[in-house]
């Protein structure tokens, strides 16, 4: 199957500082992809979609100014977490998918954000 | 609107048992698609089955088997003969023609240990 990289698996940062989540398609072009956060033993919440070549598409309730996506070129998403908080602190999970709504979804290993 | 429901929040069971996920949707769409996610405590999502509306049979592999029931809007998960390594959060999905951006609903998952 398709194959979706996140990196960095985790990463911790200090209260005030940035940090930026990149999620790549390996081996297929994704004109969408998505972005999720995940609370312990919750499901995942869909924060923004991303489409390559324009603005995000971001859920009610997330901050579009603290979540920035920018999704470059087919194969790249990036998530960067502005001026983070230990609010911010969470699972976070990427995915594109090849087609369609008939198409699986691919995921990304996930993103462990610990903000101290 | 799409709606997914697992009203597990987590189910125990010892080594060699059968177990069953119950998965419950709601959608007005008449073509859609249905996953179900396996989730180990790595995190990455791992992608395990994918029927879409108009396939009512039931589905084996291996250990796992689906029951799709459109006259209950069901899509159940039975694991047979259970091992440890099937522990994980399971999550049903849902995806339809008329969803936005191709994103896939979440069923709020159910967490499944099995026990030696």
């Known amino acids: 199957g398709a194959v979706v990289s996140q990196h960095p698996s985790w990463v911790i940062c200090k209260s005030g500082t940035s940090v930026k989540i990149e999620c790549r398609s390996l081996?297929?072009?994704?004109?969408?992809m998505f972005w999720y956060r995940q609370f312990p033993k919750q499901s995942l919440m869909l924060m923004a979609t991303?489409?390559?070549?324009?603005?995000?598409?971001?859920e009610q309730g997330v901050e579009k100014d603290k979540f920035l996506i920018n999704h470059a070129s087919l194969t790249l998403s990036t998530l960067t977490v502005t001026s983070a908080h230990p609010e911010d602190s969470s699972f976070y999970i990427c995915s594109a998918r090849v087609g369609g709504f008939d198409t699986e979804a691919f995921f990304g290993q996930g993103t462990r954000l610990t903000v101290v | 609107a799409q709606k997914v429901t697992q009203a597990q929040t987590e189910i125990s069971v010892v080594e060699k048992e059968d177990v069953t996920l119950d998965c419950v949707y709601e959608?007005?769409?008449?073509?859609?698609?249905l996953f179900w996610y396996k989730q180990p405590p790595s995190g990455e999502l791992v992608f395990l089955i994918r029927r879409n509306s108009f396939d009512e049979q039931n589905e084996i592999s291996g250990r796992y088997s689906w029951n799709f029931q459109k006259s209950t809007s069901s899509f159940n998960f039975t694991i047979t003969a259970s091992h440890v390594v099937d522990s994980a959060v399971y999550f049903c999905?849902?995806?339809?023609?008329?969803?936005?951006?191709?994103?896939?609903?979440f069923g709020s998952g159910t967490q499944l240990t099995v026990l030696p």
């Open positions: 959608t007005r769409d008449t073509t859609y698609y």
């Open positions: 991303s489409n390559e070549g324009s603005k995000a598409t971001y």
């Open positions: 999905a849902l995806s339809a023609s008329s969803g936005s951006a191709r994103q896939l609903t």
């Open positions: 081996d297929f072009q994704a004109t969408t």
